[in-house]
């Protein structure tokens, strides 16, 4: 089994048991990939709830710059709402599923079909 797989099944365990939430395999996969050696930095691979910056961070990276979305209040709130369904006492909120679950918020499953 390779890291990334290594990756994806922690995650798709992450969603069966805590989120308990249907994944799309696939698409979870390209998101990680997408993320590149991000997933495998003990510091990088989890989203911090409480950090603004951090924050500020998955809304203009990720979903401004990647998924091409336009600035607006809608955005924080999508991220509050990822964060909540998440758990605040869940202290692994991996970056991948954070994006997994904003990339289905907002139907941009479109950007990972390559």
């Not at 799309?24 to 993320?35: I, R």
């Not at 409480?50 to 091409?68: A, P």
Request: hydrophobic residues 35%.
């Amino acid at each position: 089994m390779s890291k990334l797989e290594e990756k994806v099944s922690l995650y798709l365990g992450e969603f069966k048991n805590t989120l308990k939430i249907k994944v799309d395999e696939s698409l979870l996969t390209k998101v990680a990939k997408g993320l590149g050696p991000a997933i495998y930095n003990a510091d990088a691979c989890k989203v911090s709830g409480s950090d603004k910056k951090e924050l500020e961070t998955v809304k203009n990276n990720f979903l401004i710059k990647k998924l091409g979305l336009p600035d607006s209040p809608k955005l924080d709130q999508a991220i509050d709402e990822v964060m909540e369904q998440m758990g605040s006492s869940n202290r692994n909120k991996y970056r991948a599923i954070v994006y997994y679950l904003l990339v289905v918020k907002f139907k941009k499953q479109s950007v990972y079909n390559s």
